[in-house]
């Protein structure tokens, strides 16, 4: 018997079964908006980037972090005040020396039902499933590019441990109190052991999880679909079992014009965040609906813990530094008040962020200070500070080159025309976004734009940009102040709120201080949605929340 040739056979069979099913259910989804099923109410939204996996093991970016957030939970979660909230555990406690945090697991929630389980019935969720799920996390032989969330954070011998199949502990190497916010995050999320084992390599595209939606299909390239779990754990306050939704159908159009018209014809529920083309369509300069589309779609806007920034590189040791004047402060601080802020949100960006003047923290973090002024447009300032700087009104400043992405060549253009009405020369210049990366990581880009996304809702996310003992990334600008460092060494062992919180101002006002960065504006997310679609709300992580939206 030939056996090559029979696998051969039956792995094709496989294919076109698996073709045919997704198609039925495809065709069911798609079908729901139609007199064949009136009563289905299916969200669709589209990824224009694609999705390269649905292992949460690798919930890398937005594209992936969305569907595996409806599919998994994790020990904890942000609710809409960005407040660490239960979800797989319902309390915990931290010990007194700050090392050990004890979870107490719910004991109702179950894993998906799929054929990886006994009988094909998903189990319930125990402390071991959540060991299992960490302990892959910083398994070299995974690789996911989230083993940072807990190397050089947690005990090398004994981080992770089941006391028993409701109680699970992690211990820590050195007190780091935003550890629970890191919990949080969908690398967290955990899965079975028996969907691992049984999928392999397979596992990133056919998950089990205890989620609010379970897995149908995915053909890459052209959907995903996914169903309500009828066995999910959460209720809403009525005691309704949480979805309201029957499904969710995710398209892959690459063309974000293409997207914008699948919107407009009603094909899609909503689009996240407008392409430049399309800004000034459907916006007005202050960042509000046109009234033409005033009544056909429903538009909300929200901070977004997302600063964008021009980095400087201050390392002292460097000859880039060396030979640059951005090795002093008072031009670095010049930078900082020598273009209009507020304009350029206005013009280029239709009021979507708000100009950073207040930190490097972005806006929507607990610990943000409104009282505190940083940086305006103040030209007399900069002028004062080039002239201190012994170069007045610029007079034999060299010309600096700053690296941007071909998206913002705009912006860099903008701010260039504005510092040299001061006297300083700023030539632009456009590179890939990986060379970039590339050039900022190994200290190369003297003069950068950047930004950096929460990870989750904690300062120190962003102030870890600027400790020392950091690499690059996150310390892109090799900053290097030893107060600052003790200063964030205590915040992170802190567990009073407020008492962290200060020690986090007095570090956000010493990189203002010192200037390493030109903070630019704190980000905005935009939600475009159809005026059908009920209880959905933008947050401050972007996450997509679907758990309580409904479908009129």
Known sequence: MNHSYNNIIINRSYRLLYFLFFIFHFSFFSSCKTHQHPDKKIFHYNEQSGIASLDPAFAKNQAIVWPVHQLYNTLLEIDSSLQLVPSLAKSWAISEDNLSIVFHLRTDVSFHNDPCFASGKGRLLNANDVVYSFKRIIDKSVASPGAWIFNNRVDTINAFTALNDSTFQLKLIKPFYPVLGILSMQYC??????????????????PVGTGPFQFVAWEEGQALVLKKNDNYFEKDEQGNRLPYLDGIKVSFFDSKATEFLEFQQHRLDFINDLDASFKDEILTKTGNLKKEWSGKINFKKSPYLNIEYLGMLVDTNNVLVKNS???????????????????????LRNSIGTSAENGFVPKGIPSFDPSFVGYSYDVARAKQLLKEAGFPDGKDLPVIKLLTIPIYADLGSYIANELQHIGIKIQVETIQKSLLLQQTSKQQALFFRGSWIADYPDAENYLSLF???????????????????ELYERSIAE???????????????????????????????IHLAQTNVKNFHPNSLNLLELRNVKKE
């Not at 969907?195 to 056919?206: L, P």
């Not at 567990?495 to 504006?521: G, H, T």
């Open 467 to 485: 400790y020392s003992k950091n690499p690059a990334p996150p310390n892109y600008t090799r900053f290097n102040n030893k107060t600052y460092d």
């Open 495 to 525: 567990r009073n709120d407020s008492l962290r919180y200060k020690l986090y101002q007095q570090m956000d006002r010493m990189v203002i201080e010192n200037a390493p960065v030109v903070p630019l504006w704190y980000d905005m997310v």
């Open 325 to 347: 004047p951005l090795r002093l402060q008072k031009i670095r601080q010049a930078i900082n008040y020598g273009f209009d802020r507020r304009k350029m949100i206005l013009y």
């Open 189 to 206: 999320s955990i899965v079975p052991k028996e969907a691992v084992e049984k999928y392999g390599n397979d596992f990133r595209r056919h």
